[in-house]
């Protein structure tokens, strides 16, 4: 399955978007032209694979409903009310338990807007990206938000120039409007206009290491799937208004095969292991992909791997539940 939420950023649009390129879009070289090419047979292929994995659940949903159709008709009237109580039983405390574990995320996200580390996905770049890049954002959205939820001390959210093509996207998503996250139409410069000063654009191009997190700081990713083609533009945009700006401290970590360009969720949640590590180390080992990082490195940390290699295929799944 190819990862919505990779490094690498491969598309999770949908499958009828064509893979136009934006006309502001520098010219694309032979090798970008065969990765396009590549990823358009890939979406033509992706529609018959959603409506196989359709069939599928629904033989297993029929499949399912005849077998307990059969033990019913297989036993006496007691113990057929005895198994469809126990079943209504089964299925009452799975609800309750969900909705417990709601409340219980809900009330760690609300603390969080009190407390939290504020980390804001800045959505203006929505006129850069083309349909399937923006579909594949809104899954790394669904799944920063998802971690986010999780976490025994969560962060403070915010998607900030939420509007436009991003908002609409955004809110085709099943529940996003209860979502516990800050949803600002406004961009985050005019947000946070009172406090400039504490605003830290994190970009791969950056100077400045990232050493620390500071709760009174801002830290703000660049809500952009791009394939690296807009190499450079959120640090261009960091400079231009003025605010500070930092990189991940990855080199000081690990060697990684290409660059240290991450993607969203990435960035996001290794901000929230190291919130809770407060261990750069093992945040970077434990979300950055395997594919991603030397041979000398795979070595040295294969048993930590193992769990990671799970998280990720959960993450890159487009069906990652928000609840
Ligand atoms: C896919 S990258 C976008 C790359 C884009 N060309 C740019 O100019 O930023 C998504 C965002 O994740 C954050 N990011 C990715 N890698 C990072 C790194 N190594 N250090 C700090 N931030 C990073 C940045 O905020 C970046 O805008």
Same mark, same amino acid.
């Given at each position: 399955?190819? $990862?919505?939420?990779?490094?690498? %950023?491969?598309?999770?649009?949908?499958?009828?978007?064509?893979?136009? /390129?934006?006309?502001?879009?520098?010219?694309?070289?032979?090798?970008? =032209?065969?990765? &396009?090419?590549?990823?358009?047979?890939?979406?033509?292929?992706?529609?018959?694979?959603?409506?196989?994995?359709? $069939?599928?659940? %629904?033989?297993?949903?029929?499949?399912?409903?005849?077998?307990? +159709?059969?033990?019913?008709?297989? #036993?006496?009237?007691?113990?057929?009310?005895?198994?469809?109580?126990?079943?209504?039983?089964?299925?009452?405390?799975?609800?309750?338990?969900?909705?417990?574990?709601? +409340?219980?995320?809900?009330?760690?996200?609300?603390?969080?807007?009190?407390?939290?580390?504020?980390?804001?996905?800045?959505?203006?770049?929505?006129?850069?990206?083309?349909?399937?890049?923006?579909?594949?954002? #809104? =899954?790394?959205?669904?799944? *920063?938000?998802?971690?986010?939820?999780?976490?025994?001390?969560?962060?403070?959210?915010?998607?900030?120039?939420?509007?436009?093509?991003?908002?609409?996207?955004?809110?085709?998503?099943?529940?996003?409007?209860?979502?516990?996250? +800050?949803?600002?139409?406004?961009?985050?410069?005019?947000?946070?206009?009172?406090?400039?000063?504490?605003?830290?654009?994190?970009?791969?191009?950056?100077?400045?290491?990232?050493?620390?997190?500071?709760?009174?700081?801002?830290?703000? /990713?660049?809500? &952009?799937?791009?394939?690296?083609?807009?190499?450079?533009?959120?640090?261009?945009?960091?400079?231009?208004?003025?605010?500070?700006?930092?990189?991940?401290?990855?080199?000081?970590?690990?060697?990684?095969?290409?660059?240290? #360009?991450?993607?969203?969720? =990435?960035? #996001?949640?290794?901000?929230?292991?190291? &919130? $809770?590590?407060?261990?750069?180390?093992?945040?970077?080992?434990?979300?950055?992909?395997?594919?991603?990082?030397?041979?000398?490195?795979?070595? +040295?940390?294969?048993?930590?791997?193992?769990?990671?290699?799970?998280? *990720?295929?959960?993450?890159?799944?487009?069906?990652?539940?928000?609840?």
């Amino acid at each position: 399955m190819t $990862e919505t939420t990779g490094n690498d %950023q491969a598309t999770s649009g949908n499958p009828t978007d064509a893979i136009a /390129i934006p006309a502001a879009s520098p010219p694309l070289s032979k090798n970008a =032209q065969k990765k &396009l090419l590549k990823l358009q047979r890939y979406e033509e292929k992706k529609a018959e694979r959603k409506a196989f994995a359709k $069939e599928k659940k %629904q033989k297993e949903a029929e499949r399912k409903k005849r077998e307990w +159709e059969e033990k019913l008709s297989s #036993v006496t009237e007691e113990e057929k009310t005895k198994l469809i109580e126990s079943r209504k039983e089964l299925r009452k405390e799975r609800m309750d338990k969900r909705s417990e574990e709601r +409340e219980k995320k809900m009330e760690r996200l609300n603390k969080a807007k009190e407390v939290g580390q504020k980390i804001v996905v800045d959505l203006e770049f929505s006129h850069l990206m083309n349909p399937s890049e923006i579909s594949s954002l #809104v =899954q790394q959205i669904m799944y *920063c938000y998802a971690v986010n939820g999780r976490c025994a001390s969560p962060c403070h959210l915010w998607l900030t120039g939420c509007e436009g093509e991003m908002e609409s996207q955004l809110l085709k998503l099943p529940g996003f409007d209860k979502w516990c996250i +800050e949803k600002e139409k406004q961009s985050y410069i005019e947000t946070f206009q009172d406090q400039k000063e504490d605003l830290v654009y994190l970009t791969a191009d950056a100077e400045t290491v990232l050493e620390d997190l500071d709760l009174k700081k801002i830290y703000i /990713i660049g809500g &952009l799937v791009d394939r690296n083609r807009w190499k450079g533009l959120t640090m261009k945009k960091a400079n231009e208004q003025g605010i500070k700006s930092a990189k991940l401290p990855i080199g000081s970590y690990m060697k990684m095969t290409s660059s240290q #360009v991450l993607t969203v969720n =990435q960035v #996001v949640e290794i901000l929230l292991k190291y &919130l $809770e590590t407060n261990d750069w180390q093992s945040s970077f080992f434990q979300v950055i992909p395997q594919r991603k990082r030397s041979e000398t490195e795979e070595k +040295e940390t294969e048993g930590e791997d193992s769990e990671r290699k799970k998280i *990720c295929t959960e993450g890159s799944s487009s069906e990652v539940t928000v609840t």
